[in-house]
């Protein structure tokens, strides 16, 4: 679990002022939040930066769980290890088809209303809570400000794949100690998760 | 002007100007292509023989002010599903073509000689030119040519090579405001077209208007109209990832197929994805917001650079991603921008070629995943008319059957789009039961409600689900006959002044007072006419099926397998 994290290394990246938009596609491959196993999925979005009740409401059509969309957001996150992604209003027939409470639903293979509304465990879980499209670009700044833990290959892919990006970092530390992007990707490589943070540099770290 | 159509007839290089038809006046677009191949052509002919007419209309309100009114359908019975076809495209020409005054442009005929023709079309009508310059041209150095020859204002609709070597996923490209191309990608038409002797036709519409009998309703239908459109989320998101955006949706439901189909989820989609599209194109000073013809208030489009920040590809569309991309197991989205830059240069289907590249894989021709190898396919053996490339340009159905292949994902020979019907199973339906073969686009998210056509049958089960697909398809046509993007579906869905508007945009149009459901019933007149055709064709309820190895074969990660019965089905043509 999360509560004990003095193991998974912190990195902290510093970045040019108004250049947080450039990373928040890191959120598509999710963080990892810790939380009560009775949680729902309002109360979990509400424990997010930045999300508002009237924001949560507005912003986010699409939910799915463990790959079944959701519509009721005041039922309860459902499993030990569950993966959701969030989305704004979605194109096509299939996007109204995913989206909550959709009058399209009714072309679905799976009803997501067949899960439990509560679970009876009181033990926390660990929830793979990915952001999609206008929630990313909207909340990513945010959470990637506030710091939060990942999937260390999710970080390293993203390293990998946008290269041109990440030469252009102020600077890198790991636990408080300063380090270039070759060390950074060891760091990565030899751990499973990271706690990571971003800041642009008008914000002190 | 009144509307008029044109017609050319190449077996004798003649044309003409006739009056509208009373039966067709009421039509356009798809509705008007699928009534005038309905009249004219014979159902059992071959698609490429001197019986097959290319059909070209612009939908009823383009060449109006009207916002994303600028679809142009194009129909004819295709040479890859022997079904009647209606394709559409954005770019300039349908606009052009009304301003023409140009109802429909009807090719029929075949040439006697080896000759490759153009034809002009002006207000005064259509005029034949035996063509050398740009004949064995990809499609942009073509479009390229004739810009400098004829201005950059007229409209162009072009072949490239595959079209000129009549394969049957040769489309037609249409050229847009900046000079680059949009695709009637599906079916084949740009092999009717090649088969005609026709490589490209120039619309210059001189000083020509569309009139509007009255302006003052017009105008305040259609600011409603577009203020629906711009304020609604979908099509904020659009202009803002495209139509890629749903890469990581649909991979989430698990309905993006993979591997051939037989995966629901793809390992690379967040390289692929919407939100990495549009870093990259940001990151390359391309555009993340085009439209692809003029009054489009959504701009979906988008320009995408290669990594020296230089053009690539436009309208870089999620079908066309996931095609070259998941379908195919290729997660580098330079190597499938440089793909989809090639079917658009050879002017072939960019859906029907990867899915039956993502085939050619399974057979073992090249390893999936190979993003190198995709591009050899296209250039050494497509573009080249090699034994292997014409196969590959016979679609997904051609690959199949000269390889072996049983897994092979078509309806009616057309390959099955982004979408996998066992994990979305309304989907699956509409592409067993739409009349022009697997498409996405042919039962779209109209607002349902607003057209009368919710349903009555509980949505939820089995019979539901039909009617909501055919409710869904009887609108989707009726909309394909107005000349708009079907983007404006979304706004039309959750926004009850839109749909009213688009009405009163037809009625002040034209002077007339159309209701929903006239809307309703101009929609199922079209699929009724479709469907006697095709069935005058010799197909039959039992072509009405997705392949068999949906029904064996469950998909990963839900393990769903496709379960609705031929007699579930055939029910949705009652009606």
Redesign the interface.
């Known amino acids: 679990m999360l509560n004990s994290t003095h193991h998974i290394p912190r990195l902290e990246i510093l970045i040019s002022p108004g250049s947080i938009s450039k990373y928040t596609t890191l959120l598509q491959a999710g963080i990892i939040v810790e939380r009560s196993s009775t949680i729902t999925f309002a109360e979990l979005f509400a424990s997010l930066p930045g999300f508002s009740t009237k924001y949560i409401g507005d912003r986010i059509e699409t939910i799915f769980q463990n790959g079944l969309p959701v519509d009721d957001i005041e039922t309860g996150i459902d499993g030990p290890a569950p993966v959701i992604a969030i989305s704004g209003a979605m194109p096509g027939l299939a996007g109204a088809i995913f989206r909550k409470n959709s009058f399209h639903a009714a072309l679905r293979t799976s009803d997501s209303n067949a899960l439990p509304d509560k679970l009876e465990r009181s033990e926390g879980v660990l929830i793979r809570l990915k952001f999609f499209n206008v929630i990313a670009s909207e909340k990513g700044g945010t959470i990637l400000n506030s710091g939060c833990f990942m999937k260390s290959d999710s970080v390293l892919k993203f390293i990998n794949y946008r290269p041109r990006l990440f030469s252009e970092v102020l600077s890198l530390h790991c636990n408080d100690e300063s380090l270039g992007l070759d060390d950074m990707k060891t760091i990565l490589h030899k751990s499973e998760t990271v706690y990571l943070r971003i800041q642009e540099d008008n914000v002190a770290l | 002007m009144a509307d008029k159509i044109f017609r050319v007839n190449m077996t004798d290089l003649s044309t003409s100007v006739e009056d509208v038809p009373a039966d067709w006046a009421g039509h356009g677009g798809r509705g008007l292509t699928s009534t005038i191949v309905a009249a004219e052509v014979p159902p059992t002919c071959h698609p490429l023989g001197p019986n097959n007419k290319l059909v070209v209309a612009p939908g009823l309100l383009s060449g109006t002010p009207a916002a994303n009114s600028g679809r142009l359908s194009c129909g004819a019975k295709s040479p890859l599903t022997g079904t009647i076809k209606e394709s559409n495209s954005g770019g300039t020409s349908a606009q052009s073509l009304a301003k023409c005054g140009c109802k429909a442009l009807i090719i029929e005929g075949l040439p006697k000689g080896d000759a490759w023709y153009s034809l002009a079309v002006t207000p005064e009508g259509v005029t034949i030119n035996e063509e050398t310059e740009v004949i064995g041209k990809g499609n942009f150095a073509a479009t390229e040519l004739l810009s400098e020859r004829l201005g950059k204002s007229q409209g162009i609709i072009t072949i490239g090579p595959a079209g000129e070597m009549k394969m049957r996923s040769a489309n037609l490209s249409v050229k847009d405001p900046d000079g680059h191309l949009r695709s009637c990608g599906r079916g084949g038409l740009g092999a009717v077209m090649g088969s005609k002797g026709v490589k490209f036709i120039s619309i210059d519409s001189k000083d020509g208007k569309v009139e509007v009998a009255d302006m003052d309703k017009f105008r305040a239908a259609n600011k409603a109209f577009a203020k629906a459109l711009v304020d609604?989320?979908?099509s904020?998101?659009?202009g803002?990832?495209g139509?890629n955006?749903?890469v990581?949706?649909?991979n989430?439901?698990?309905?993006l197929p993979t591997r051939n189909f037989t995966q629901g989820?793809f390992e690379g989609h967040?390289?692929i994805?919407?939100?990495?599209m549009?870093?990259v194109i940001?990151?390359r000073d391309g555009k993340v917001k085009h439209n692809c013809h003029k009054g489009c208030v959504i701009q979906?489009s988008q320009i995408y650079n290669d990594v020296k920040n230089e053009y690539k590809t436009s309208g870089f569309e999620?079908e066309s991603i996931w095609a070259l991309g998941a379908d195919c197991a290729i997660d580098n989205l330079d190597h499938i921008a440089e793909a989809d830059h090639l079917l658009d240069d050879l002017g072939i289907d960019s859906i029907e070629t990867a899915v039956a590249i993502g085939v050619a894989m399974e057979a073992g021709v090249i390893e999936f995943g190979d993003g190198e190898g995709l591009i050899r396919l296209l250039t050494d053996e497509v573009a080249k008319g090699t034994g292997l490339g014409r196969i590959i340009g016979g679609g997904a159905g051609d690959v199949g059957r000269a390889f072996g292949v049983t897994r092979v994902p078509v309806v009616k020979n057309q390959a099955i789009p982004a979408?996998d019907p066992?994990?979305?199973?309304?989907?699956g339906?509409?592409y067993a039961t739409s009349t022009q073969g697997a498409d996405?686009t042919m039962?779209?998210?109209i607002a349902?409600?607003v057209l009368g056509v919710?349903g009555s049958v509980d949505?939820?089960s089995k019979e539901?689900?039909v009617e909501?697909?055919r409710n869904?398809q009887i609108a989707t046509a009726a909309i394909d006959s107005t000349g708009m993007c079907l983007?404006i579906a979304?706004a039309a869905?959750d926004d009850e002044t839109c749909l009213p508007a688009l009405i009163d945009l037809i009625n002040a149009r034209f002077g007339i007072a159309l209701t929903g459901d006239d809307v309703t019933n101009l929609g199922k007149s079209i699929l009724k006419t479709e469907h006697a055709f095709n069935q005058a064709a010799g197909f039959t309820n039992e072509d009405d099926r997705l392949p068999e190895f949906f029904s064996m074969e469950p998909v990963a990660?839900?393990n769903?397998v496709w379960d609705f019965t031929g007699a579930e089905i055939d029910t949705f043509w009652d009606f």
């Open positions: 609604h989320p979908v904020q998101a659009l803002t990832y139509t955006v749903l990581n949706i649909i989430e439901s698990g309905g989820q967040e390289q994805s919407g939100e990495t549009h870093d940001k990151e979906c999620y979408y066992r994990a979305i199973k309304g989907i339906i509409t996405h039962g779209y998210t349902t409600n919710g949505p939820l539901g689900q909501l697909s869904l983007f979304f869905l990660p839900h769903v």
